[in-house]
């Protein structure tokens, strides 16, 4: 997915405190013709972990024209993360890789020093089609040391041989939440997913009809946030809908969640970045001068093309050197 904002920062919202659990608001953002709840990143907060980029969108009608169409499109400096509770969205980039995915399935696109991509949803014309769009997207931040590795693009599917862990342990929850962890490490559980610092993202829902509710384990080194997509939940005893971040500071060992059947819920976190990031347009990075040179090489066509696309490619929005510089 693209951001087609020059500056993709949510604008200043009220901030309810709860014990240093802060709850923050999504702003709406387009993509093309797709509304999304944009939660994260903050003014008062760029990061959570090496999360820099939340975008939750849907339900949404994906049949016909409509859902989601982001032509090819560059980034720099980090992973993107294609997550769905509904629907099928295609990637293709410019390494070549073409990929369908469906929900319970991870298509996880490191682009390092540079990649280009484009993605659409698309309704498949097989028995398991859903003219419904419904899922997330998410970049992860490449730390320093990672940041200019070359491009890939990996993809894991719950299937036998590379099923996903999902966490069941016995007692963890009373009514169970089913927990998919599609990035890190949550608990013992690990993603086969690549990751270039210590994070963890993961999907609990909780079957229709269900109740559950539980003590989510954390790691007191990460800092944390929790959405819900559908339904509602508790977490720490505040209550959260769709398009609401809950963010919890370091230090602490557990979260107390509990939510209806039918509800599901993300976990993102990480240990604090510590980097300051520069995020413009597709592009995370540390300086402008980065981002200028990467804005060029883009107009260059020096990303290569994404195979396989009909049509013409994003065009950078234009640059402004004194927004950018500008103290944040
Ligand atoms: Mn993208």
Known sequence: MSTIEANPEVEDVPVPRNNDHEVTTAR????????????????IRRS??????????????????????????????????????????LHRDSLGSEQLIRPGQLNLMTSGRGIAHA??????????????LHGVQLWVALPEASRHVAPRFEHHAILPETMLPEMTTPGMFAGRFDVTVFVGTLADVSSPAT??????????????????????????????VIFVASGRAEADGVRLGPGQLLYLPTGLEAAQVAAPGGTTLFLLGGVPLGEQLLMWWNFV?????????AT?????????????????????????????????
């Not at 540390?286 to 040179?293: N, S, V």
């Not at 020096?302 to 004194?322: I, K, N, R």
């Open 296 to 328: 060029a090489s883009w107009a260059a066509g020096e990303f290569g093309s994404v195979g396989g696309y009909q049509g013409e490619p994003l065009h950078a929005p234009a640059l402004d050197v004194a927004r950018l510089l500008r103290p944040r």
């Open 119 to 132: 993605e659409e949803s698309v309704v498949p014309t097989t028995a398991d089609r859903d003219p419904v």
């Open 28 to 43: 709406t953002a387009q993509v093309g013709d797709l509304a999304v709840r944009r939660l994260l990143p903050l003014r």
């Open 195 to 224: 990751a270039f610092s210590p994070i963890v993202g993961a999907e609990l829902a909780a079957a229709p009809g269900q109740p559950a509710t539980g003590r989510l384990p954390l790691r007191p080194g990460f800092e944390h």
């Open 285 to 293: 990075a540390r300086t402008p001068e980065e981002i200028a040179a």
């Open 48 to 89: 959570v972990g090496a999360w820099c980029f939340i975008d939750h969108y849907g339900p949404a009608d994906a049949d016909g024209q409509a859902g989601l169409h982001v032509p090819p499109h560059p980034h720099i400096g980090l992973q993107t993360v294609t997550w769905l509770l509904r629907g099928n969205v």
